[in-house]
Structures are given as C-alpha cells and as structure tokens.
C-alpha cells in the first residue's frame, strides 16, 4: 500500500460522489442555519420570561402574587430555574457559523453537544412539568415548542451523518489511513537501516570470533596445554570406567551408615565412616585408598555379611556386591587406578611449569572473551530477528490499511450510486 494509492481512491470518491458531497455540505448548512434560529428564539423567550419571573420571587414580588395561590407560588419557584437553565444551556450552545464546511468529527461533536443540551433540559423539564399548574402551560409553550423544532433538526442531522456525511468521514478516514502509511513506510524503512546495521555488526563480530578461536586452537597446540588437557580427559574417562559399578552401591553405603547410625544394624565404626565417605564421591574415595583397597574391602565384605537379613538387601545386589569385591581383589580395577594416578601426577608436573602458567593463562584470557562474543553474537542476532519480526508485522499492517481503504472507497461509491 503506497500513498499514492490512497490519493487514488480519494480522487475517485471525490469525482463519483460529488453529488453527495455537496449535498452534505448545503444540507448540514442549512440545517445549522434552522437550529441557530430556534437557539435564538429560546434565549430570546427565555431571557423575558426571566424578567417577567424573577421580580416576582423577591419580597416584594411575592406580596403582589400572594393572591394567586400556593399553587401558583409552588409553579413559579419550579419554573423560573427551569427557564435560567435553559437560557444557559442554549447560551452555551455553539452552533458553526453558515459558511464552514464541517469535518465529520466537527459534525459529530455538534451532534453530540445538541444530544447533550435537549437531554439535560429535559431531565429538568419533566421535574417542573409535574409541579407547574395551568397558568404556566401558556408560558412555557414558546420555548418548548422551539426545543421539540431543535429536536426535529437533530433527527436530521443524524440522517445526515449516516448518509451524505458518510461521504466526508470516508474521505477523512482515507486522508488518516494515507497519514499511517507514510508513518508506517517511514518504520520500516528505519528497522531496514537497523536491520543491516545490526548485520554488519553480526559480520564484524563472527570475523572477530574466528580470530579468536584460531588463536585458541594455535595455544591448545602448546605440548604441554596439549598433554595436559588429553591427561584430564582420559581421567575422566577412567573416572567414569570406574565408576560404573560403586556409583551403583551409593544407596547401599549410605541405607548401611544410616541404619548403623540409628543402632539397627551393628558394626565397627571404621567400617561406618568408610561407608559415609563412600556415598559422598565412591570413586574419589577409592582413588584415594592405598594400592590393597583395604576400606573397600572391608565395607564389601561387611555389607555381604549383612545382606538380606541386616538390610534387608536382593539378592541380585548381594551379587553385584560381590562381583564387585573379588573384581577389585583380584586387582582389575588396579590398573585403571594407577594410571589415573600416573596421569594425575604428570599432569600436575605440566601445570607446575612456567610455560604452562603463561600458556594457560592466555588460553583462559581467550575463552573468556570467546564466551563474551558469542554473548554479543546471541545478542546481535535476538535483535535482528526481533527487527525483521516488526518489519513483517508492519507491512502486515501496511496491507490491512490497503484492505481498509479498498473498503472505505467500494462502499462509498457504492452509496453514490
């Protein structure tokens, strides 16, 4: 949707409906013309009816009407403030002068502040009309007979504003819809600029990650950040080797340690605190044992004993417990353990040397800034997705308001003829 295609369908309600167009215009001056006439002649009857009224309310006033009765007297104090009002409210009424061409919203606040004044007179006049006695149905003829014409003359224009009026509000609907559209062109154009700002950036940024990640992988080269690194990882992986099967016992040693706590279950204290420190970390504790592995052992041998009729243990655990106990005495797992110690022991010689100190800490220099660029990387991108989702949502909104004037322009003709 361009404005130029707004300015069309301007154009084409302004060359089929003219017409109606002018008809909008004369009818709503004319009407306005009548409506100021009847606004006049109210102010006019009411402003003698002031007059007349008012002195007869003051003291004196009211000794020379005392012979006319309550009824009377009762009539006159709910008629005159009915007549001061409505002199008010047809004073405060603003009526467009004759040559102004009014937009639809003027003609709907017009509309709206005659609605206003004739409800507000009447919801006093029926108040007064219930109380006011013969005498006064004469007086109050004029402006109520100018009032009911005022009412007439707002039907009209109501008339007005849903036919011909139409006419004018699809005009000034299309100008506001025109107006959103350069708005909207505007946006989009600016999220487009932002969008490939952001998208150099995300280069720049990817160029300099890349830089980084070349001298990462030039300092991992480094023999010593290298040995060191494939030392961890293979104690790791003889961690995890180990670790299959005591890992497996850890609700085993700490069911033991609690029920020897509790006094359930009887056993030597030594045997107890192995079994804590076993729950904790089985592997790091088996690591630290001497080459025999006498704790392990012994807390094995101690949870077979015990078995199913201390704690209450299957059968296939009473297995694998002892599976796991002649595996470690016949010294399989004796191996795995010596080369993580050798391991460990190279690996502390490695990140004890100068070299490794210096190396290492510019490796963690460079991973550091690595996490922060990719950080930025995440960043960069969030925003141009977010960008080219508003963009979308513009031109979305760019093809409603096509839709919109299409609308607009179809019924409008279509009222013409």
């Given at each position: 949707m361009s404005e130029a295609e707004i300015e069309q369908n301007i154009s084409l309600i302004n060359e089929k409906?003219?017409?109606?167009?002018?008809?909008?215009?004369?009818?709503?001056?004319?009407?306005?013309?009548?409506?100021?006439?009847?606004?006049?002649?109210?102010?006019?009857?009411?402003?003698?009816?002031?007059?007349?009224?008012?002195?007869?309310?003051?003291?004196?006033?009211?000794?020379?009407?005392?012979?006319?009765?309550?009824?009377?007297?009762?009539?006159?104090?709910?008629?005159?403030?009915?007549?001061?009002?409505?002199?008010?409210?047809?004073?405060?009424?603003?009526?467009?002068?004759?040559?102004?061409?009014l937009t639809s919203v003027e003609m709907n606040n017009f509309v709206r502040a005659i609605s206003r004044m004739i409800n507000d007179i009447n919801k006093e006049k029926s108040k007064?009309?219930?109380?006011?006695?013969?005498?006064?149905?004469?007086?109050?003829?004029?402006?109520?007979?100018?009032?009911?014409?005022?009412n007439s003359e707002l039907v009209n224009l109501r008339e007005l504003q849903e036919e011909e009026y139409s006419i004018i509000k699809a005009l000034e609907d299309l100008d506001s819809l025109g107006r959103d559209v350069r708005k909207i062109k505007e946006n989009i154009e600016q999220l487009i600029e932002k969008t490939e700002e952001l998208e150099?950036?995300?280069?720049?940024?990817?160029?300099?990650?890349?830089?980084?990640e070349n001298i990462k992988d030039s300092l991992l080269k480094n023999?010593?950040?290298?040995?060191?690194?494939?030392?961890?990882?293979?104690?790791?992986?003889?961690?995890?080797?180990?670790?299959?099967?005591l890992n497996s016992f850890k609700k085993i040693f700490k069911k033991f340690a609690r029920e020897a706590q509790r006094g359930t279950v009887s056993s030597e204290f030594g045997?107890?605190?192995?079994?804590?420190?076993?729950?904790?970390?089985?592997?790091?504790?088996?690591?630290?044992?001497?080459?025999?592995?006498?704790?392990?052992?012994t807390l094995l041998q101690e949870l077979i004993n015990l078995g199913k009729s201390g704690l209450n243990l299957k059968q296939k655990d009473v297995n694998n417990l002892t599976r796991v106990m002649k595996n470690i005495q016949m010294g399989k797992d004796d191996k795995d353990k010596n080369e993580w110690h050798d391991l460990s022991k190279k690996r502390k010689e490695d990140e004890s040397s100068a070299e490794f100190n210096k190396v290492n800490k510019e490796l963690t220099k460079c991973e550091e800034e690595i996490k922060e660029i990719i950080k930025s990387l995440n960043k960069l991108e969030e925003g141009i997705v977010h960008r080219k989702k508003e963009q979308s949502s513009l031109v979305e909104s760019l093809e409603e308001r096509k839709t919109r004037a299409n609308e607009i322009t179809t019924k409008a003709v279509n009222f013409q003829q």
């Amino acid at each position: 949707m361009s404005e130029a295609e707004i300015e069309q369908n301007i154009s084409l309600i302004n060359e089929k409906c003219q017409k109606s167009i002018k008809i909008a215009y004369d009818r709503s001056k004319k009407i306005r013309l009548v409506i100021k006439k009847h606004k006049n002649k109210i102010i006019e009857d009411a402003e003698k009816l002031i007059k007349e009224t008012d002195p007869q309310l003051t003291e004196e006033g009211v000794k020379k009407i005392t012979k006319k009765g309550k009824i009377y007297f009762r009539s006159l104090k709910a008629f005159n403030p009915l007549v001061h009002e409505i002199h008010n409210q047809a004073t405060k009424l603003n009526v467009p002068g004759k040559k102004r061409e009014l937009t639809s919203v003027e003609m709907n606040n017009f509309v709206r502040a005659i609605s206003r004044m004739i409800n507000d007179i009447n919801k006093e006049k029926s108040k007064v009309d219930a109380i006011m006695g013969l005498d006064f149905m004469l007086k109050k003829r004029g402006i109520y007979g100018a009032l009911g014409k005022i009412n007439s003359e707002l039907v009209n224009l109501r008339e007005l504003q849903e036919e011909e009026y139409s006419i004018i509000k699809a005009l000034e609907d299309l100008d506001s819809l025109g107006r959103d559209v350069r708005k909207i062109k505007e946006n989009i154009e600016q999220l487009i600029e932002k969008t490939e700002e952001l998208e150099k950036q995300l280069e720049n940024t990817l160029n300099v990650k890349t830089e980084k990640e070349n001298i990462k992988d030039s300092l991992l080269k480094n023999p010593r950040i290298y040995n060191s690194r494939m030392r961890g990882i293979r104690m790791t992986e003889l961690e995890i080797e180990i670790g299959k099967h005591l890992n497996s016992f850890k609700k085993i040693f700490k069911k033991f340690a609690r029920e020897a706590q509790r006094g359930t279950v009887s056993s030597e204290f030594g045997i107890v605190s192995s079994a804590i420190s076993y729950e904790k970390n089985p592997v790091q504790k088996f690591l630290e044992e001497a080459d025999d592995n006498p704790e392990i052992l012994t807390l094995l041998q101690e949870l077979i004993n015990l078995g199913k009729s201390g704690l209450n243990l299957k059968q296939k655990d009473v297995n694998n417990l002892t599976r796991v106990m002649k595996n470690i005495q016949m010294g399989k797992d004796d191996k795995d353990k010596n080369e993580w110690h050798d391991l460990s022991k190279k690996r502390k010689e490695d990140e004890s040397s100068a070299e490794f100190n210096k190396v290492n800490k510019e490796l963690t220099k460079c991973e550091e800034e690595i996490k922060e660029i990719i950080k930025s990387l995440n960043k960069l991108e969030e925003g141009i997705v977010h960008r080219k989702k508003e963009q979308s949502s513009l031109v979305e909104s760019l093809e409603e308001r096509k839709t919109r004037a299409n609308e607009i322009t179809t019924k409008a003709v279509n009222f013409q003829q």
